[in-house]
């Protein structure tokens, strides 16, 4: 099977994952589980906008960074722009926050709720360039199809 087709049968398992459930919590650990099952990255989760950080949601991979500021690093840079990031390098990426030493390439898609963020997905990987323009149309698709299910106010817990 081929990217997109792999793509195409995740975004329609995230579909029908996340149709019932209205926990946010729960809808973004059973997504990064299916990605990471999918594709087998370094590392696949999500982190939530509290207040003016981004902090650590549910995830698959190793340990990660717990908060993340405004504009810091590649999931604070895509929150601030409002758009999704891809580095084919990490280490060319001007403020990289290493996280782990194994981390190589990424990704970091801003989860919107209207013209607000309130999330990120951020995936990566142990090789170089491992992201491109494929990964990132699927990728919006399936944080859009994860931001529908988050209320505006409702994953503000442990702050």
Known sequence: ??????????????????????????????????????????????????????VLGPFQGPVACTRIGFGKGVCGTAWKDKKTIVVEDVEQFPGHIACSSESRSEIVIPLYKGEEVVGVLDIDSERLATFDAIDKEWLEQIAEVVADKIPLRGMEVGH
């Not at 997109?4 to 650990?29: C, F, G, H």
């Open 1 to 54: 099977m081929d990217k997109n087709e792999t793509y195409k049968t995740l975004l329609a398992q995230v579909r029908a994952m996340v149709k019932d459930e209205s926990d946010p919590i729960a809808n973004m650990a059973n997504v990064a589980a299916l990605i990471q099952e999918a594709f087998h990255f370094w590392w696949t989760g999500f982190y939530r906008v509290i207040g003016n950080q981004l």
